[in-house]
């Protein structure tokens, strides 16, 4: 659930208030209470707990104008060690990417508290451990890790960033992945911006306040004495807002969502309109149709768009020079096979383009939107139908459609809409040409064009399929099994496959050892380099088998299929999202050894419906037993409504795809 709200600030007063008290803290002072603390009160199991998370968005004066200063000072209770990694260190990103203007941390402060015998121990940070991370060519980080933390521990630090940028006021998130007993966040408005916000995840704060400040302030001259302006001079107070949550559950189960800033309690925030202190107001953003025209407009997108349509001719003409007889859909393999061959994707995720068109064409690395837009710019020149397709990546978070933030969106695809519309992208060569990767599904992006904008669909509705052969031979004097195997998979099954071994023998031997209790001996792959013909991944080794008494107890599926139900809570408030439907087809031939019988098989299982498909099925032919299984997961996302019914089937398909086959002696 998520609303957005207006924070309009005229000069009058403006107050509300909600019943609930306003908690204090004090940076530095503990309480006898947190230091007693052994584990939190409704999550016992909890590794640490965030004891109060505190945040302020201040506007300052400069020589410029006004930048805002944000201020944090966090405190943690380390209940578990294993908790360390994630509480104990620290990592506070600022912008550089501007030319002219640039983020800066102001101060970094941190502190560790032990207890023992009943006193307690203060270790502060040694200002020289705080290093500096170049995150991209955008991007640091300050970074830092706490000292000398143990069981017990309590965790302390405040920093101080200062930013140029009004566009995006600091959002706040009041919710994590250990319990939160308070946190708060205050902005200190003046009356010459105007915010709007969504509040996620909140219907109620226990504690909102509004009210003007009692410190008075000046923009321009004010004549002394006098207390009328002189030169254009204004007299203002700040509208400062509070809002508080307390008793924060944890976010802890983030399995198959697209990222957990989807769900997460937060506040985000965007500058709405600017209202000049000399006179008059500016819009910032009003409208899809007023982003769109503003991206057109842009140096760093549409006309980056159009340098590279110019450029595309020439292009084509030295290095492609594609044949008159080709189809529209060989010419787009053609042209996207040379961007992603040619040109290397930095890494970096961002709705501009910050090179020229002429920089990217000699440097022949950069961004995903100077990218995308290269080829965009060439299919044009080659007479192709296509436009560009603004997106938030699954980990960015998603696009909310009722307000236009620009900030949701930090990528950028092409559409291809000839003669078959697909949508298409130059930095992935593991997916097909007509494909874009796994990272940019993520429900719908925002087609921008000179004329109108309009959503598309990300999701992949074919399914991607896995297919698994096995051959396993029992050697019942070692009690182990022979086992051959091939799999088979297309679509982003492969892909998948792809990115978890990089063609690599040794991780694949690793997740078969590990995974799949297989000690291989040898490994092979196919395909990895042609996107568009399956993948395949060939094994042979040997299996230990469980004897009881004179039986050998035999997984004929060589746990090749799903071991484990992914799906473990009780029930779930947000969807399953498996990103594109899957389908998963085994078969597997057990030969029985000499001086042994199969006992009866394991049930077979038959079901379909809207949620899923699943058979199971065995056959016995003389001394060979068969085993064909198979499942399809039928959708890509699966409401929260349908959760019980897909976990109750995902654990058939577990039950009934490990369920053993016993051979006993004749």
Not at 16 to 32: C, I, M, N, P, V
Not at 328 to 342: G, P
Not at 539 to 554: C, D, H, N, P, Y
């Amino acid at each position: 659930m998520y609303r957005i709200l207006f924070l309009s600030l005229p000069l009058l007063l403006f107050a509300s208030a909600t019943s609930a008290q306003r908690q204090t803290y004090e940076f530095g002072k503990l309480s006898d209470e947190e230091k007693k603390m052994t584990s939190h009160a409704t999550e016992p199991d909890a590794g640490a707990v965030i004891l109060f998370d505190i945040g302020d968005s201040y506007f300052f004066d400069t020589s410029q104008g006004y930048d805002i200063r944000f201020t944090r000072i966090k405190r943690i209770k380390v209940f578990k060690r294993s908790a360390t990694d994630e509480v104990a260190t620290v990592s506070i990103p600022f912008y550089v990417g501007d030319p002219t203007k640039k983020e800066k941390i102001a101060l970094i402060e941190a502190y560790t508290y032990n207890m023992k015998d009943g006193l307690t121990y203060k270790t502060a940070l040694d200002p020289k451990t705080i290093y500096e991370e170049q995150l991209n060519n955008y991007w640091r980080a300050k970074k830092f890790a706490f000292p000398d933390v143990q069981d017990g521990s309590i965790i302390e630090y405040k920093y101080i960033l200062e930013t140029p940028f009004h566009f995006n006021l600091p959002d706040w998130t009041f919710q994590s992945k250990f319990p939160t007993l308070y946190s708060e966040y205050t902005v200190s408005m003046i009356p010459f911006y105007e915010y709007v916000f969504v509040a996620q995840g909140i219907t109620k704060f226990d504690y909102q306040r509004s009210e003007e400040s009692k410190k008075q302030r000046v923009w321009g001259s004010m004549a002394e004495g006098l207390g009328a302006p002189s030169t254009g001079g204004i007299r203002f107070t700040d509208m400062v807002h509070t809002y508080a949550l307390k008793n924060i559950p944890s976010f802890t189960d983030e399995s198959f969502i697209s990222s957990a800033d989807d769900y997460i309690m937060k506040m985000d925030f965007q500058l709405s309109k600017f209202n000049r202190p000399t006179g008059g107001s500016e819009s910032v953003i009003t409208t899809w149709p007023a982003l769109n025209k503003a991206m057109m407009d842009h140096e760093r997108f549409g006309k980056f768009l159009n340098s590279c349509t110019r450029l595309g001719k020439k292009i084509l003409e030295d290095n492609l020079r594609l044949e008159p007889t080709l189809s529209e859909d060989q010419k787009v393999e053609k042209i996207v096979d040379h961007v992603r061959s040619t040109y290397k994707w930095d890494g970096v995720l961002d709705n501009y383009a910050y090179k020229s068109a002429k920089d990217l064409l000699n440097q022949k690395v950069g961004n995903v939107t100077e990218i995308n837009l290269l080829l965009l710019g060439l299919l044009r020149s080659a007479g192709v139908s296509a436009e560009p397709v603004l997106l938030s990546t699954r980990a960015h978070g998603k696009i909310r459609t009722d307000y236009p933030f620009e900030h949701y969106f930090n990528a950028t695809v092409v559409l291809v809409s000839g003669q078959r519309t697909y949508l298409t992208d130059g930095t992935e060569s593991l997916v097909a040409y007509d494909r874009i990767p796994i990272r940019f599904i993520n429900e719908k992006g925002l087609v921008v064009n000179e004329k109108e904008p309009r959503w598309v669909g990300l999701d992949f509705r074919a399914p991607s399929v896995e297919e698994v052969q096995l051959n396993l031979k029992i050697n019942p004097d070692k009690a182990e099994g022979l086992v051959s195997g091939k799999i088979t998979s297309t679509e982003y099954e492969a892909y998948h496959y792809k990115t978890q071994f990089e063609n690599d023998s040794t991780k694949f031997r690793e997740y078969l050892l590990t995974k799949k209790d297989i000690q291989p001996t040898a490994v092979m792959f196919y395909n990895y380099d042609r996107p568009r013909i399956p993948y395949v991944m060939m094994f042979s080794g040997s299996t230990k088998l469980e004897r009881a008494g004179t039986k050998l107890i035999v997984q004929p599926l060589a746990k090749m299929g799903m071991n484990e139900n992914p799906l473990n809570q009780s029930t779930r408030t947000y969807p399953v999202d498996f990103i594109y439907p899957q389908t998963a087809k085994l078969k597997a031939t057990v030969l029985i050894p000499d001086g042994y019988q199969a006992e009866a098989l394991p049930e077979p299982i038959t079901m379909d419906n809207e949620i899923a498909q699943i058979n199971l099925s065995y056959t016995l032919n003389g001394r060979e037993i068969e085993v064909q299984a198979g499942y399809s997961l039928k959708k890509g996302m699966y409401g929260s409504s349908e959760y019980s019914r897909l976990k109750y089937y995902l654990g058939m398909i577990v039950k009934g795809f490990n369920a053993p086959i016993v051979l006993d002696k004749l």
